[in-house]
Antibody, heavy 117, light 110 residues
């Protein structure tokens, strides 16, 4: 069974930073595109960012461009999301998800990020 | 990129069929055969139910089916069961290596 386990969520003040991690120990992590998707309280899923298998091709949603950085360490089977200049509207549960042929076949259970003073 | 349009809620009785629509544009749903559907029970990981518009992953009940016509995709659940009660989201590739989700539909099994 493929497992994705997010960590690093928490409470942070506006303007602060946080780094999320997503551990993927059970499959050939280096072969897959990986994504971050978030869900604000009471709202729907929103795509955040994608990184290709070798980490050299990266895309972001306009809402996080210039503030968030996606990266991966294939030797550690781990995906990251560095979030800087956080705003109240970034408050959400952040999910990592694996992509196969343009669909998300496995997701983590999410990490809650709360931006508040 | 605007979210795809889904009804906020649908409901049905056990054994009935329901259909959830997902309306996009010619830049996303209408241009690509990469529409997928996800079942999400709050607090849990979303689960892939349909991919490439009509295909069902191994292990997903054949009560779930997908279709697409023009800029609108649909998810149909037949023979409703209590455990189908969840939030459902559609998603489409939107070009330029971006993806767009629908706003989600809450399914209530009466």
């Amino acid at each position: 069974e493929v497992q994705l386990v997010e960590s690093g969520g928490g409470l942070v003040q506006p303007g602060g930073s946080l780094r999320l991690s997503c551990a993927a120990p059970e499959f050939t992590f280096s072969s897959y595109w990986m994504h971050w998707v978030r869900q604000a309280p009471g709202k729907g899923l929103v795509w955040v960012s994608r990184i290709n298998s070798d980490g050299y091709s990266i895309y972001y949603a306009d809402s996080v461009k210039g503030r968030f950085t996606i990266s991966r360490d294939n030797a550690k089977n781990t995906l990251y999301l560095q979030m800087n200049s956080l705003r109240a509207e970034d408050t959400a549960v952040y999910y990592c998800a694996r992509m196969v042929n343009y669909h998300f076949d496995y997701w983590g259970q999410g990490a809650l990020v709360t931006v508040s003073s | 990129q605007s979210a795809l349009t889904q009804p906020a809620s649908v409901s049905g009785s056990p054994g009935q069929s329901i259909t959830i629509s997902c309306t996009g544009t010619s830049s996303d749903v209408g241009s690509y055969n990469f529409v997928s559907w996800y079942q999400h029970h709050p607090g849990k990981a979303p689960k892939l139910m349909i991919y490439e518009g009509t295909k069902r992953p191994s292990g997903v009940s054949n009560r779930f089916s997908g279709s697409k016509s023009g800029n609108t995709a649909s998810l149909t659940i037949s023979g409703l069961q209590a455990e189908d009660e969840a939030d459902y989201y559609c998603c489409s590739f939107a070009g330029s290596i971006t993806w767009v989700f629908g706003g989600g539909t809450k399914l209530t099994v009466l």
